[in-house]
């Protein structure tokens, strides 16, 4: 005689596949589109080539905005890293009513729509003249990826003995050079798949990027938003699977040091 079928867990498998087609089929659709040879889009493509590529890699104007998004996403990753690990041990060591409001704090990033957040951070920005310029990108981006580096970081540091500090600084050790030499190198791997969660988020920003570029700096994605709205061409898929395929390495490389951690 067969089990009885628990149709919650097939409707919740239904629904599992069903999200990962969602998010999947995009990504079938826009590679082979960077392949195409024509200057539209299309889809089955017509032809192969790697012109698109060609000339993305050989464009001064998207090298321009690609450097830009590395360099504002690498200071994001090591600001995100060092504010978010502080706020981590403050938090998850700390006692008292302010820890609750300060979580509150720190995850607000993610509950508060990016349009609502990007507006007030360029109506804040241009009155203290950061708009536009790298420090604003970087304060910006910061403030969106400081969640994902809490919540990286908190996973390690809450198993974390704090008797193992109090056993350093009961040797003689400061409170900060426990910190550096018991606690931080437990956390280490977490922390820097932190930072990579904080690089590829400021990477790939559209939103607060869009309202805070100028005419001078103008990140990846508000380029390619503006590619997309004068000259729509294979390049931009082209783009696209680049940015997946940088994605998936970072994520990869997270998963990675997270595996340090637990083994």
Same mark, same amino acid.
């Given at each position: 005689?067969?089990?009885?079928?628990?149709?919650? *867990?097939?409707?919740?498998?239904? $629904?599992?596949?069903?999200?990962?087609?969602?998010?999947?089929?995009?990504?079938?659709?826009?590679?082979?589109?960077?392949?195409? +040879?024509?200057? $539209?889009?299309?889809?089955?493509?017509?032809?192969?080539?790697?012109? !698109?590529?060609? =000339?993305?890699?050989?464009? &001064?104007? !998207? !090298?321009?905005?690609? !450097?830009?998004?590395? =360099?504002?996403?690498?200071?994001?990753?090591?600001? /995100?890293?060092?504010?978010?690990?502080?706020?981590? $041990? /403050?938090?998850?060591?700390? +006692?008292? +009513?302010?820890?609750?409001?300060?979580?509150?704090?720190?995850?607000?990033?993610?509950?508060?729509?990016?349009?609502?957040?990007?507006?007030?951070?360029?109506?804040?920005?241009?009155?203290?003249?950061?708009?536009?310029?790298?420090?604003?990108?970087?304060?910006?981006?910061?403030?969106?990826?400081?969640?994902?580096?809490?919540?990286?970081?908190?996973?390690?540091?809450?198993?974390?003995? /704090?008797?193992? =500090?109090? /056993?350093?600084?009961?040797?003689?050790?400061?409170?900060? *050079?426990?910190? &550096?030499?018991?606690?931080?190198?437990?956390?280490?791997?977490?922390?820097? *798949?932190?930072?990579?969660?904080?690089?590829?988020?400021?990477?790939?920003?559209?939103?607060?990027?869009?309202?805070?570029?100028?005419?001078? $700096?103008?990140?990846?994605? &508000?380029?390619?938003?503006?590619?997309?709205?004068?000259?729509?061409?294979?390049?931009?898929?082209?783009?696209?699977?680049?940015?997946?395929?940088?994605?998936?390495?970072?994520?990869?490389?997270?998963?990675?040091? &997270? *595996? +340090?951690?637990?083994?």
């Amino acid at each position: 005689m067969r089990p009885p079928v628990d149709k919650g *867990s097939l409707a919740l498998s239904g $629904y599992v596949y069903a999200v990962l087609a969602f998010i999947v089929i995009p990504l079938v659709i826009v590679i082979p589109m960077s392949f195409g +040879r024509n200057d $539209y889009l299309e889809f089955p493509p017509a032809g192969f080539t790697l012109k !698109w590529y060609v =000339e993305y890699f050989s464009s &001064r104007q !998207w !090298w321009n905005a690609t !450097w830009l998004s590395i =360099e504002v996403a690498f200071l994001t990753a090591i600001c /995100a890293s060092v504010i978010g690990t502080a706020a981590t $041990y /403050a938090m998850v060591r700390g +006692r008292g +009513r302010l820890a609750t409001l300060f979580q509150i704090l720190l995850i607000g990033p993610i509950i508060v729509p990016h349009i609502a957040l990007a507006v007030g951070l360029y109506l804040f920005f241009q009155t203290i003249g950061l708009s536009g310029t790298i420090p604003g990108f970087v304060l910006a981006h910061t403030v969106l990826a400081l969640p994902f580096v809490v919540f990286t970081t908190a996973a390690a540091l809450a198993k974390v003995d /704090a008797n193992l =500090e109090a /056993a350093a600084m009961s040797c003689g050790a400061s409170r900060f *050079s426990a910190f &550096r030499l018991v606690t931080l190198p437990l956390i280490l791997p977490n922390v820097v *798949s932190g930072a990579l969660f904080a690089f590829i988020i400021s990477f790939d920003e559209p939103v607060v990027s869009f309202f805070l570029s100028g005419v001078r $700096y103008k990140t990846l994605p &508000r380029r390619m938003f503006e590619d997309i709205e004068q000259n729509l061409t294979p390049i931009i898929p082209a783009i696209a699977t680049l940015l997946i395929v940088l994605s998936i390495a970072i994520l990869l490389g997270a998963h990675l040091m &997270r *595996s +340090r951690t637990k083994n």
